[in-house]
């Protein structure tokens, strides 16, 4: 069975090299491509993820893959104040280069190692509040949070697509609509449009 989805998202993983963020696997040019489904409120939506890889000598080539993003995963390392330090430069690149509409999630990531923690919950918590981003802490080795990460970035995408504050239709919204029949779908907007979306479950 082909798997169709309701809409495709571009997401960015970005931060520090070293800040242990790489959720998949293949390197290519030192970005690194995947995707995963995931389910938001009774919609299937495909997540296209590019990863910088944390490269800061390869920030001039990567510039292009800020364009047309819809969410970006901003990952620091909870172990490492270097790389918490050059938080708000990525974010102004994000915000520059994506979209001044883009989702962005502060991951402070290897939970694991608390221990050796040179970040605070509570410092992190209020850089997130004063730029506007969520806020969570994961970690990638044992995987605590990083599927959350996804689906609340992708939760309020769908939300300012709700509320017409995203639209799909416009130009490096970094949204697209997966099936067709659901583009033509939502095109009259009527009564019957709204029942067929939700028996297309």
Request: aromatic content about 8%; hydrophobic content about 35%; some cysteine.
């Amino acid at each position: 069975v082909t798997l169709t989805y309701d809409f495709l998202f571009k997401f960015l993983v970005i931060g520090s090299a070293g800040a242990g963020k790489s959720y998949t696997s293949a390197h290519t040019c030192n970005l690194e491509f995947g995707s995963r489904v995931v389910n938001v409120g009774g919609k299937t939506v495909k997540l296209q993820i590019w990863d910088t890889a944390g490269q800061e000598r390869f920030r001039s080539v990567t510039r292009s893959y800020y364009r047309g993003a819809a969410g970006a995963l901003l990952v620091y390392d909870i172990t490492s104040r270097e790389t918490y330090n050059t938080l708000t430069n990525w974010l102004t690149d994000a915000r520059t280069l994506a979209s001044p509409n883009i989702v962005i999630i502060l991951c402070g990531n290897k939970k694991d190692l608390d221990a050796d923690r040179e970040v605070t919950f509570l410092e992190a918590s209020r850089f997130a509040q004063e730029n506007e981003l969520m806020f969570l802490e994961t970690s990638a080795l044992t995987g605590e949070n990083v599927e959350e990460g996804f689906l609340k970035c992708a939760r309020t995408i769908l939300n300012k697509i709700d509320t017409g504050e995203l639209d799909p239709e416009r130009m490096g919204s970094g949204i697209q609509y997966g099936d067709a029949s659901l583009r033509q779908l939502r095109q009259p907007r009527n009564t019957t449009t709204q029942n067929k979306q939700q028996c297309s479950c």
